[in-house]
């Protein structure tokens, strides 16, 4: 590809230097629920062979041959303890999930990922054939928040241990994994699928312990958490806290990524344009790296400002793949990387060097170009930008069920519509499952109870401002207080000390996610 095919078709294929950075969004986010990133994540993890496209037609042939032994009153398959008709119940009742409501007259099935061999023929982003592999951005975020590849291996397996069935989770996710497995043999194939090790993409050690705000690295911490705190609940408790974590987490680590891309963009264009640039790798690390961003704010509109960041990043991946292929163009390539503090230094110094074979290409005349061109996909009404906001709003909002009875199903949520119009804005509101899971890993390693100011410190990790003043007033407070969380004291912010949730020892997380 060259820097005219660039201009023809820009969002197609980036520069190879660019594609290979650890803080490029891959894989590109588009729709997904908290179940659809964790049924991927199990595909990802434990079934190599499984295919996000195969997921949809294997549901549709799981349900055609239950229905066909009801219809022909056949037994069930050898290992299954019940029969066709009690497992169509467990499938399309029990089991069963609320689709969306322009999903209402589509025949699919669709059941809560309790257990490994569910992923198999349910949680597809898409009905159809090209699904994005959710499960890989978790993947990533295992990478990047590790900081180094052997402790982001170790981390993976030990998710996998976790999301695995074995004697000590309850009797029935026991039950449910023996019979999936007797039902869609392929379920038995669950085995761990390592990282592969060209796609660990990890930050430099001196970036790693110097960056103040890494949502990927928070998350590795908390992920610890929640499977420390896998014994002292049901199966399905621990999967609804499991994807409460997933979806603000991934949420955040893709804002964050927006965010560190415009800064990029911003010390690349000061470089080109005569403006005040990062000399050295710690200049560069303070411009590239938020110290504390604010992406939402507890009870405030959250959309309009991830659309920002959205909008900010595409323009400046637009900016940087062309200005990448502007040096190839010119016959002085950047070989190095543009993972790091010190290669975008590097790769500032180096387009200082080039500034007049650029100008010469009218490389600022090909970015404005380009930009003009693609207006509608700047603004986030098609492509990249608009599947990235779909992201947003489905991983963090409450799931909106077309059935109305269901519309309690999803208890894990970030957002929530603030009226029951469907033109309601979207508000920052955490769910009952949110809360327990955000309250549990904010006093992981604490020993005990603590100021309620700990779960705003830790709602911050992920870019989620929350005044500690009005915590005790707002909804937030409220839902502690009936979950049992928090234990009123004169003596604490607010008044209000946060008490651990689960009766577990809340020990160290160890050495390597500190």
Not at 194 to 207: G, H, K, V, Y
Not at 390 to 396: I, P, T, Y
Request: aromatic share 6%; proline share 6%; with cysteine.
């Amino acid at each position: 590809m060259s820097l005219e095919d660039f201009k023809q078709t820009p969002w197609s294929k980036s520069h190879p230097s660019y594609q290979r950075s650890a803080l490029a969004i891959s894989p590109a986010p588009e729709y997904a629920s908290s179940e659809v990133l964790l049924a991927s994540l199990y595909r990802t993890i434990g079934f190599a062979s499984a295919s996000e496209g195969s997921v949809p037609q294997a549901g549709r042939d799981l349900d055609k041959r239950i229905q066909k032994l009801r219809e022909k009153r056949q037994p069930p398959p050898t290992g299954a303890v019940v029969g066709v008709e009690a497992w169509n119940t467990v499938l399309h009742g029990i089991l069963e999930s609320p689709k969306l409501p322009n999903q209402s007259s589509k025949r699919f099935l669709q059941v809560t990922p309790i257990v490994p061999g569910a992923a198999l023929f349910s949680g597809s982003a898409r009905l159809s054939s090209n699904s994005w592999p959710a499960g890989s951005l978790i993947r990533r975020m295992v990478c990047l928040g590790s900081k180094d590849r052997e402790s982001a291996q170790r981390l993976w397996q030990s998710l996998f241990a976790a999301l695995s069935v074995d004697d000590e989770d309850d009797v029935f996710a026991r039950w449910l994994d023996q019979e999936t497995s007797a039902w869609n043999p392929g379920a038995s194939n669950w085995a761990l699928s390592p990282i592969p090790e060209d796609e660990i993409a990890t930050l430099e050690r001196s970036d790693f312990q110097g960056i103040p705000f890494l949502p990927a690295r928070r998350f590795t911490k908390d992920l610890q958490a929640i499977m420390q705190a896998k014994g002292s609940m049901t199966r399905r408790q621990w999967t609804s806290l499991l994807e409460a974590l997933l979806r603000l987490a991934a949420a955040s680590h893709v804002t964050w990524l927006c965010d560190v891309h415009s800064r990029t963009w911003g010390c690349l264009w000061a470089a080109l344009t005569d403006g005040i640039a990062p000399s050295n790798e710690l200049d560069a690390r303070r411009a590239l790296f938020p110290e504390a961003p604010q992406y939402m704010t507890y009870g405030g509109k959250a959309l309009q400002g991830i659309k920002d960041k959205v909008s900010s990043y595409l323009n400046a991946r637009l900016g940087i793949n062309a200005l990448l292929w502007s040096l190839d163009q010119i016959g002085a390539p950047y070989t190095g990387n543009l993972s790091s503090s010190a290669g975008i230094a590097a790769l500032c110094q180096h387009i200082r060097q080039h500034k007049a074979e650029l100008a010469r290409l009218g490389t600022l005349e090909t970015i404005a170009d380009v930009r003009g061109q693609e207006g509608r996909a700047l603004l986030c009404k098609k492509g990249i930008g608009s599947n990235l906001l779909e992201f947003a709003r489905h991983v963090l909002g409450q799931r909106q069920a077309a059935v109305p009875l269901l519309r309690g199903y999803d208890q894990g949520y970030i957002l929530k519509k603030k009226g029951s119009s469907p033109s309601s804005p979207w508000i920052v509101s955490l769910g009952p499952v949110a809360v327990l899971a955000l309250v549990h890993c904010a006093l992981a390693g604490m020993g005990g109870p603590r100021s309620v100011q700990r779960l705003g410190q830790h709602l911050e990790a992920y870019g989620m401002a929350v005044d500690k003043h009005d915590i005790g007033r707002n909804d937030l407070g409220h839902q502690l207080r009936m979950l049992g969380l928090v234990l009123d004291s004169p003596d604490a912010e607010s008044g209000m000390l946060l008490l651990p949730p689960f009766p577990i020892n809340q020990a160290s997380q160890g050495p390597e996610h500190e």
